[in-house]
């Protein structure tokens, strides 16, 4: 039979440590109520501007997203529309983003269409705006730095858009570069400078011995490699 534990005369003089604990507690809850409470109106108040804030930039966020799908319904409704009209219809879409990913995107969009429409200074003002403003390593980055590029080839600034495509090159990142080096290659070629040309094809074979447009690469070595 187990022994029942004795309570001794000490033992029933010393006060309840639960009772004890819970007086501490209610002492400090009424010493600091007003502290204790303004810290409560406090966290609420936060929760509800970051639900505010949340809220307001997912309406934006959904605005801007309405926006560029008006921008790429005027370029598939294009064609019975001008160039200039399409870049008009554009641009005026493009001022009403705010200032974000969208809005990026969609200054790409406008860089494009004028860049297809042989608006070559307006397409590079375009792209480089979008440059300056993206995250260096991200898609619109390099679609920016890309579009430069050919802007000062179609510019015939071959000097420039040699800068451009090396700059890309150079830059970290993962992003296809096949076409990259070839306009390299195809404005040192322009800028007479066969010599340099020659090298950056020769640099492809080894760099994209696998990629389907290694034809063009090899005819254009052969192209230089003829004599005049």
């Known amino acids: 039979m187990s022994q029942e ?4 005369r000490k033992d029933l003089k010393q006060p309840d440590q639960f009772l004890t604990t819970s007086n501490e507690f209610l002492i400090f809850i009424d010493r600091y109520k007003i502290i204790l409470l303004s810290v409560v109106v406090g966290l609420f108040l936060v929760w509800g501007v970051y639900l505010f804030l949340s809220n307001q930039q997912k309406a934006e966020d959904l605005a801007m997203e309405s926006l560029y799908f008006q921008m790429l319904q005027k370029v598939k409704e294009s064609k019975d529309s001008s160039g200039d009209e399409l870049i008009s219809q554009l641009d005026s879409l493009f001022q009403q983003f705010k200032d974000g990913h969208q809005k990026l995107r969609a200054g790409l969009l406008v860089a494009d269409t004028q860049y297809l429409n042989q608006r070559y200074d307006e397409a590079l003002a375009s792209f480089i705006m979008v440059q300056d403003h993206a995250r260096p ?6 679609l920016a730095q890309s579009g430069a590029a050919h802007s000062y080839e179609a510019q015939k600034d071959f000097k420039q858009a040699i800068a451009q495509y090396k700059k890309i090159i ?5 992003f296809p570069l096949f076409y990259t080096y070839l306009g390299l290659s195809r404005c040192y070629k322009l ?4 010599k340099n040309a020659e090298l950056i094809l020769r640099e492809m074979q080894n760099k ?3 990629h389907v447009g290694l034809d063009r690469v090899n005819y254009s070595l ?3 490699e003829s004599p005049a």
Do not use: A, V, Y
């Open 5 to 8: 534990t004795k309570l001794t």
């Open 222 to 224: 052969k192209r230089l």
């Open 208 to 210: 994209f011995p696998d």
């Open 191 to 194: 800028f007479n400078d066969p």
């Open 137 to 142: 390593g991200t898609l619109n980055s390099f």
């Open 170 to 174: 150079e830059q970290p990142g993962g």
